[in-house]
């Protein structure tokens, strides 16, 4: 669903100008001509700069968890609420919340008839697409409160993930840290001493001593242009991953290579696709929902090879044996499929799924801190050698 923005005039000559949600603009031409308005520019909006960043700051006040804790109340109350009553109730609740202005403008939208997915679409940025596609399938299947039960799980489930991988960081970037703080010291403390001593004296400081002691003061001197040009070149990346589609394509299969993030897309897939058929949707239209829902374009192809696969008449087993997907989960849906347990046995794909990315979670600090000790180390042994040597040299120059 896109957004355009439109100016025309309605029946009586008075101009309107406003927004609205449409998947193309030929139904958003429709859509204002039912109303009556004679269109004078139809264009799609996009959001400024301004609004991005007021976005941005706005999901980080609300944190990771909000949208876990909003999915999960929003679960309970539809037991005993229509959809535009559980709203408004969780928009009074949280008066002077950085959620207020969200929830308000949800209340307002679902009581004007949009669906909750278009409604949430203004919000992508707080959501996510994921999340959005889950609460379409809901509107669709008329199961918003089961869909609404499950994301949560899976929201909550994927932020533990997030926060048990930034946990392991912190040792080794501490560490990494400390190293950074020693060479800084050492560069810009004690080898200007050498350097003075040894130009007093008429010799030359080693190689090595040298590239650090220029190399620090050329840092010293130029770190704003440094690091203006890291930014430029961190949007620059940015920009061409947003922009271009073989650049994201290429990053996309560079993560599948890390088994702890291809670990995590298989369990997002086998949780979807067993919810969705679970819920009556059949195997090609479940799997071409995965397949929207997904942003990794690796996995987005594969799903859609597969979807055209299946249409064709394969049995899903083969198609994904094909796909190279890791044989454990081949012999399951093998098995689930000839015996008509095909829900069940992607959920106990889902659960082994999930077993090897806690696994790698509990290993992860053990290897980062690992990691970290032994390129901390090799920093401050380099910088050891550095000093060492002109310490060596002084007999030399005596």
Not at 322 to 348: C, D, H, S, W
Request: glycine share 8%; with cysteine; aromatic share 10%.
């Amino acid at each position: 669903m896109k957004k355009f923005k439109y100016r025309g005039y309605d029946a009586q000559s008075v101009e309107r100008v406003g927004t609205l949600e449409a998947e193309s603009y030929s139904e958003a031409y429709a859509a204002l001509n039912y109303q009556g308005v004679t269109v004078v520019k139809l264009e799609v909006a996009t959001p400024n700069f301004l609004q991005t960043a007021e976005n941005f700051l706005l999901k980080l006040k609300l944190g990771g968890q909000w949208r876990t804790v909003f999915f999960r109340e929003l679960s309970v109350m539809l037991g005993v609420m229509t959809l535009h009553e559980s709203l408004k109730t969780l928009s009074t609740a949280a008066k002077n919340h950085p959620s207020e202005k969200i929830l308000s403008e949800l209340v307002t939208a679902v009581g004007e008839g949009q669906s909750f997915g278009a409604a949430l679409e203004r919000w992508e940025i707080i959501f996510g697409g994921d999340a959005i596609q889950s609460v379409t399938i809901g509107d669709k299947s008329g199961n918003l409160q089961d869909v609404t039960a499950r994301l949560a799980t899976q929201l909550e489930r994927n932020y533990s993930t997030e926060k048990k991988i930034r946990g392991a960081m912190y040792y080794p970037v501490f560490v990494l840290l400390a190293a950074f703080a020693a060479a800084i010291i050492l560069i810009n403390v004690t080898l200007p001493v050498f350097e003075n001593f040894f130009a007093s004296q008429g010799g030359e400081l080693p190689l090595v001593t040298l590239i650090f002691l220029r190399g620090g003061k050329f840092l010293a001197e130029h770190w704003l242009l440094i690091l203006f040009v890291l930014i430029l070149i961190g949007v620059g990346i940015a920009t061409l991953i947003h922009r271009f589609e073989a650049v994201k394509f290429f990053v996309d299969k560079l993560k599948l290579s890390i088994k702890l993030l291809r670990e995590v897309e298989l369990r997002n897939f086998f949780g979807r696709l067993s919810f969705l058929i679970d819920s009556g949707v059949t195997l090609d239209e479940a799997i071409k929902l995965c397949a929207a829902a997904t942003k990794n374009l690796v996995v987005k192809k594969i799903l859609s090879d597969i979807k055209f696969s299946v249409e064709r008449g394969e049995s899903f087993g083969a198609v994904i044996s094909k796909e190279k997907f890791p044989p454990l989960y081949v012999g399951l849906i093998v098995t689930g499929e000839a015996g008509g347990e095909i829900v069940n046995m992607l959920r106990q794909c889902e659960s082994m799924a999930d077993f090897e990315v806690e696994e790698i979670l509990r290993t992860l600090p053990a290897k980062a801190e690992i990691f970290g000790t032994v390129l901390a180390g090799l920093i401050v042994a380099t910088l050891v050698f550095a000093v060492m040597l002109p310490i060596l040299d002084v007999s030399n120059l005596l």
